[in-house]
């Protein structure tokens, strides 16, 4: 084995004085010479522990091989046969915790960029369109619907569309990538990369349906009674949590989808090019550590906030979100005030946010996510004030399809129960995968769940094989 090159490589980026002025993206992407360095530094190990961290399978070594010959079409071949959306994965995977954490050279803390290298592949792909088709397998004869275009959605009509199957895609918006589109910001995710792919999945033959609203205008029973011989349940998790303290209703507070939509999926961002409202404060409080939370702040830094907080009960150490955007806001100038709880919004006549109520918390024993539990600290109550609060705390599925799906099992959660192994619900006929069945979690994982639950449908379908749920 080669001796390990411990010299990985920093991805360019616009400084945070710059970048907290403007919706670009924040990461400029490797250069053909730095993609060359790091993709010399694997190892090319006899056991690829890689591929087995990736929820998807992709053969990491081989397409990072396919780099270090600068046979860019290969490599972009070697991702394609596994992902079809490599360009989205390549920006938002959480590669620190799959796929570069079991690379050897993670244990020297200098793990292969494998999440830069893939967005290197992809980008350069996308400028050099190949007349090389996808290769279909013959029609199968049988349908297949697909509710929701998110990232499982999108995996799912991909898979299906490949192994011969007639696939329709439905869309409760009015375009097509789900939380790729309405979530997650411009700056970390181009929406031009994630219609790019989109439009990958649709060369594959899938049909896409937008502003239908499965449950609305055709319930799922009704899907398998018109001739669909198979459903794929992706719609994602859009159900926002709520603090449930009082005030939460005041002009001025948000639920960090509906602020996100605002801004991302409307362009509020681009007022008044598009006539979205969105209210700009001048002290901004988002409430919540995640990813979400991240990006509902750097978002109100850039609409021209005077002052953003991220407001988080525990402390730094049990942040969610990922390292790298919490150290992109902390440049950009975002503050944190961790141990802190809201308890109440506060108000003026006109209903207008004024700032909230809120305790100082302290660590307890580890609860049942194996984190620090946050308690209330006696007398800690304080003022702080705020014109726009985000409540960034999660979310569950939209109860919709549950409500109008005859028998289908729903946990007390609101998540769909479906096999982890199979996408297999208790309903015949009937699959689901992604944050519709976990709830809200990363986009890869969506796409692991969606690729297993085509395996397992594709089976079905051919009669093939029955897996037990």
């Not at 509902?296 to 955007?325: F, K, N």
């Not at 209903?351 to 984190?371: N, V, W, Y």
């Not at 998540?415 to 979690?441: I, Y």
């Amino acid at each position: 084995m080669a001796k390990a090159n411990l010299d990985r490589k920093d991805m360019p980026r616009q400084s945070p004085e710059a970048r907290a002025k403007n919706f670009e993206e924040v990461a400029l992407g490797y250069t053909p010479d730095l993609t060359a360095f790091e993709a010399s530094r694997c190892l090319n190990c006899p056991k690829k522990y890689c591929i087995g961290g990736c929820p998807v399978g992709i053969d990491i070594p081989a397409f990072i091989m396919a780099l270090r010959e600068n046979d860019l079409p290969r490599a972009a071949r070697v991702l394609k046969e596994k992902n079809a959306l490599p360009g989205v994965c390549g920006r938002v995977c959480p590669q620190e915790t799959q796929c570069e954490a079991v690379c050897l050279l993670a244990k020297q803390k200098a793990p292969i960029a494998i999440g830069r290298l893939e967005r290197y592949v992809a980008d350069w792909e996308r400028d050099h369109p190949s007349s090389e088709k996808t290769v279909i397998a013959p029609p199968s004869g049988k349908k297949v619907a697909v509710v929701g275009s998110g990232p499982a959605g999108l995996t799912c009509a991909a898979e299906m569309a490949r192994l011969g199957h007639k696939v329709t895609m439905f869309e409760a918006l009015h375009v097509a990538g789900g939380v790729l589109m309405y979530g997650i910001p411009e700056f970390r995710l181009p929406k031009d990369i994630v219609q790019g792919e989109v439009e990958y999945v649709r060369s594959l033959g899938v049909e896409l349906e937008l502003n239908a609203v499965v449950g609305k205008i055709d319930n799922v029973d009704e899907l398998l009674s018109q001739g669909y011989d198979a459903v794929f349940l992706g719609t994602g998790a859009g159900l926002p949590l709520f603090l449930r303290v009082p005030g939460e209703n005041l002009s001025g507070v948000y639920s960090a989808n509906e602020f996100l939509t605002r801004v991302n999926l409307m362009k509020a961002y681009r007022f008044p090019e598009f006539d979205t409202p969105v209210k700009i404060g001048k002290k901004v409080a988002v409430i919540g550590g995640g990813n979400v939370a991240m990006d509902a702040a750097r978002c109100a830094l850039r609409l021209g906030a005077d002052e953003v907080s991220i407001v988080y009960r525990r402390s730094e150490v049990e942040l969610p979100a990922r390292r790298e955007e919490v150290e992109n806001a902390k440049e950009e100038g975002i503050k944190f005030r961790f141990l802190t709880n809201p308890t109440k919004f506060l108000g003026d006549a006109k209903h207008q946010l004024l700032g909230m109520e809120c305790i100082e918390m302290e660590l307890g024993e580890p609860d049942a996510s194996g984190r620090h539990r946050p308690i209330p600290k006696p007398d800690s109550a304080f003022t702080m004030d705020c014109d726009v609060a985000v409540v960034a705390l999660g979310t569950t599925p939209n109860p919709l399809i549950a409500q109008t799906t005859s028998g289908l099992h729903v946990s007390h959660h609101g998540t769909v129960v479906a096999s982890e192994a199979t996408g297999r619900t208790n309903k015949a006929g009937v699959w689901a995968g992604g944050d519709v069945v976990t709830g809200s979690a990363t986009v890869i994982s969506a796409m692991g769940a969606a690729k297993r639950a085509a395996a397992d449908m594709d089976r079905y379908l051919r009669g093939v094989e029955q897996t037990p749920a």
